[in-house]
Each structure stands twice: as C-alpha cells, then as structure tokens.
C-alpha cells in the first residue's frame, strides 16, 4: 500500500467518525426537547396541562394550539444542575388549555429553537352533567316549554344554574343551534331551592329561540366554567379551584307551515287588534283629515315578525299611511311584539264615508287553527265645506215717481249750525288718521317675514294632491304642492324649503319626469310615500340657508 492511498483512507475514516459525532449530537439535541400532558384524556371544560422541557432558552411557538385549545394560564420554571463539575440547565414550560371540542385532538410539533416536540394526541369527552341526586354541589338544568314548535314560532328556553358551595366567579354560556335565532328575555331571577336535604342557590336565564325552517333542530348543550372557594369559603387573595358542568343538548322536532295557514304566517299564543275608530266625529267636512290609529299586539311574537298594518281602499275618500312604530318587550317571562300605524283619512266628497273592517288574520297556537280579528265597520257623515259668504251691499235706486221718503223720527237733538263745521273738521282728521295707520299696517305685512315653519293647513294642498296622484296627473301634482308654500316659484324653490330628504328628493323626480323627459315610472309611489307626512319648511333666515347646502338646480346656469 502506498503512503498516498493510506492517506485517502485515513481521511474517508475521519469524515465517518465527523458524521457519526454529529448525528449523535442532534439525536443528543432532539432527546433534549420533549413535550407531555399531565392526563391523556379529560372533559369539556376542564383544562389539561401541556409540560414542554428544553435546554434551550427560547420561547416555544404556541400558536399551533390556538385552533383547538384556549389557552387560559402559562407559566416558566428554570432548573440549574452542576454534574461532575459541569452546569446544566433545563428550562420547564407549562400551559393550561381548555379544548374547545370534542373527540381526539392531534397535536402538531411545537417549535422550541431549532428543534420541534413529538406529535401528541389528547382525548376530549362530552362535559360531564351533573345533578343533584348525585351530590354535585353545581349542575345545569334546561327546559324547553314545547320540542314540536312550528318554523318561526317562540320557544321558551330556560337555563337553570344550581350551586350549593360558594363561587368566585364564573361564566354561563348562552344557547346556540345551527338555524336557530335565540333571543335572551330580561334580566336573571336568583332564588333558591331545597332538593334532598339540600339547599341550592338557584340563577335562571330565559330565552326565545325560533327555527327558521323545518324540520330537526338542535339546541346544543350550555356549559358552565367557573371557580369554588376552597373549603367553601373564599378571601380577598384565594384562587378558588376550577368547576365546570354541562347540560343536555335538546333536538326540536319543527313543524312546517300548515297548508290551511293565513299568509303572512303569524304564529302567536295571543293577538289583539284594536284602533281609535270609536273616537273620530260623526260628521266631518270634506278636506278635513282623519287620523286613524291601528295598533297589532301579540303574545309570543317580536314586533318585526307582525305583519305590515294596512288599509282597505276607501271609497270617496284618500288614505295616507304613516310610519310604523315597533316595540318588543317582556311581560311575565313572555315575548310581546306591538306594531302601530297612523293613516290620514281626506274625504273628497259630501256623503256617507264608510271605514270598512279592519282584520288580521294569524294562527292560533292555543287551538292550533286559524283565527281573524276583526274590527267593525264605521259610517261617517261628510259635509260640504263651509264657503266663505261675502255680504252684498244693495243700493237703492232712484226712482222719479215716487215721493222722497220722509227721514225717521228719533229723540236725537239737531245739532245745531255753530257746532257743525268744527265737527266736519274732526270727522275728516280722523277719517285721514284711519287710511295711514292702514296703509303702514300693510306695508308692515308685506315687509315681515312669514313664518315658515308651519305648512299651510293640510286641507289647502293635500285633496288636491290625493287627486292628482290617483289619477297619476304628474302635472296637477305640481300645482298641488306649490301651494305648501306661495313664495316658491317653481319645483326647485319649494324642494329648498323643505326640511324633509325624502320629500326634497320626490320633488326632484317630478321635475325631472315633467321637464327633463325621465320615466315617470315610480314617481307617483314616491310622491305619495314622501308626503304622508306633513312637510315642514325650513326657516329663510341667513343662518339656517348657511346650515344646510343647497340642492343643485336641474338646469345649471352655464
């Protein structure tokens, strides 16, 4: 062998035992780095301890468990060791985590440095439920007050949380199901409770829950996670120990929309229709506006899921529907929904106005059928309007056959000729005072300002109005509104007066249908839902004009 070869195999030797060192160092290195729970299986709700032990002084990487756990408390122990001289130093990660399911979670390797953790694996279990019949001193309790509602109908949901030791705190989850809307109904009602010799603090929450459509539904279970004094007795400085506990998940068997129902469906365990009919006058005028007031309310039910309130078609007459108003409350542990709407009624004719039935019909989930509240019928005498009577002045005439009439007598003295021109004089003066303090009176009324706060009373514009957009007359219309106020000249000016967006909006789209040849489609359904409500002007002076901006003109001066 010659001295070149035994150096090439001296070298292949050393770049052997180089490799073999260094995987034994990295194998050394990984070995370093390990990761364990405390348990291999626990329960939702409860929290398992993940242990992570390097030599290294870097930070694991815990975001990896973010998508399975919450992670609720950390905490860091470092361990010096001196062995045969040398020192060694093993730093000691621990983390609470909380699953957030069920089932076997698999764990990814946690980055520690340069150096990853084994996989590992933890067994969830559903959260255990406990009871008082097995001593537990907190257990949950729910009740639903019917598991075959129909779609769209309340269910009363209570939540009942039984504890018979002293909690810290704690935190109660709130229902939940795929397709279902929950609701929670006032505020928790706290009592007590004795069960087997045994006495619980009591809090009950109640909910309304709904399906939206039909068929099987799931309420899944509530839990509870919360902190016992230790012994029973808790201070200012104590931790407490952990408990949990969790319900029964209930299934609801939901019930289609029965084919005899009414449209709009309306399931409610109670509907009352009322309105003020019965105060409106017996006799009106034609032109004068009768306010109609009709009110829906029903138990079981939130006001949005109530039908829109309407009227029937009045003959000889016009109705304009107001805004609604909506209301929700609670009354004795029951969802109440209450809906209410004004509609001006204008007579446009003398006669008789007959205010036909008002009804509502919905389902009856105490019979489980179809009703109809009806409100009767109401008969209203309708007068011409009062016409301003102008007094003639008649004036004999002459007539050359017949004899001048002899003046009455009277008791009066003659005045006698020394005291009748100084009276001639005083008349005159007087007569003359009379003309100037009319004269200033009218030039004082064309120089103020009138108030324009207040539109003209509704009988002025407003038949007028419901008569042109019955009979879609864009152009009769116009007229009709420019009588809201006098001073406008044209469209543009009254839609600058106006406060209202909506009407201001309206206005422009009735000039721009009339003059600039847009589609008149729509117009009349916007003018009629804009002037519903009794405009009001906007005041002239300069400050209020600087407040609001002006609404660019249709045709802009170039």
């Known amino acids: ?76 122990n470092t361990q010096v060791q001196i062995i045969n001289g040398a020192m060694a130093r093993t730093n000691l990660w621990a983390v609470a985590l909380e699953p957030l399911h069920e089932g076997v979670i698999a764990v990814a390797p946690i980055t520690v440095g340069n150096d990853q953790t084994a996989p590992l694996s933890l067994t969830v279990k559903p959260m255990a439920r406990g009871s008082a019949a097995a001593g537990d001193d907190v257990f949950l309790e729910v009740e639903a007050d019917t598991t075959t509602p129909y779609v769209q109908q309340q269910v009363a949901y209570t939540v009942r949380l039984f504890y018979a030791v002293s909690l810290l705190e704690g935190n109660l989850d709130d229902p939940s199901g795929t397709g279902l809307q929950v609701r929670r109904m006032g505020e928790d009602v706290n009592y007590s409770r004795q069960i087997g010799g045994r006495r619980y603090n009591v809090v009950e929450r109640r909910y309304a829950i709904s399906a939206d459509h039909s068929g099987s539904a799931t309420i899944n279970a509530v839990s509870f996670r919360g902190r016992v004094a230790a012994g029973g007795r808790g201070g200012f400085f104590s931790q407490g120990s952990p408990v949990s506990t969790g319900s029964e998940a209930i299934t609801l068997d939901v019930r289609p929309v029965p084919a005899s129902a009414p449209q709009p469906w309306t399931p409610a365990q109670a509907l009352r229709l009322s309105d003020n009919a019965a105060q409106l006058p017996a006799q009106v005028k034609v032109g004068d506006a009768l306010e109609l007031t009709v009110t829906a309310e029903a138990t079981g039910l939130s006001a949005e899921q109530l039908p829109e309130l309407s009227l029937p078609a009045i003959a000889g007459a016009e109705v304009y529907p107001d805004q609604e108003t909506r209301d929700t409350a609670i009354v004795d542990g029951k969802l109440v929904g209450k809906r209410t709407r004004k509609f001006a009624i204008l007579p446009q004719q003398p006669g008789t106005l007959n205010l036909p039935e008002r009804s509502l019909s919905w389902w009856n989930l105490a019979t489980d059928q179809a009703q109809r509240s009806i409100l009767p019928a109401r008969s209203i005498t309708v007068v011409a309007g009062a016409a301003t009577k102008v007094a003639e002045t008649s004036t004999p005439r002459a007539d050359s056959s017949q004899a001048p009439a002899a003046p009455e007598a009277h008791d009066a003295p003659i005045a006698s000729p020394g005291y009748w021109r100084p009276l001639a004089v005083l008349l005159a003066v007087l007569w003359l005072a009379t003309l100037l303090a009319g004269y200033l009176w009218a030039r004082r009324g064309r120089s103020e300002p009138r108030d324009e706060t207040d539109p003209e009373p509704v009988k002025l514009w407003r038949p007028a109005l419901a008569h042109a957009l019955t009979r879609s007359d864009l152009s009769a219309a116009r007229r009709a509104l420019l009588r809201l106020n006098p001073k406008s000249g044209d469209l543009h000016d009254l839609a600058e007066a106006l406060e209202d967006p909506d009407q201001r909006a309206a206005l422009q789209a009735l000039e721009r249908a009339l003059y600039r040849g847009d589609s008149a489609e729509g117009v009349v359904a916007q003018l009629r839902n804009a002037f519903a409500r009794t405009p009001k002007l906007r005041s002239t002076s300069a400050a209020s004009r600087a407040e609001v901006p002006k609404l660019a003109p249709l045709y802009p001066k170039t």
């Open 1 to 76: 062998m010659s001295s070149g070869e035994g150096k090439v195999i001296a070298v292949r030797w050393l770049a052997m035992v180089l490799l073999l060192v260094c995987g034994m160092l990295s194998a050394r290195a990984s070995a370093e780095v390990r990761a364990w729970f405390d348990r291999s299986s626990v329960s939702m709700g409860e929290t398992v301890t993940l242990n992570i032990e390097s030599a290294t002084t870097e930070q694991p990487d815990f975001s990896a468990l973010e998508k399975d756990f919450r992670i609720s408390a950390r905490s860091t």
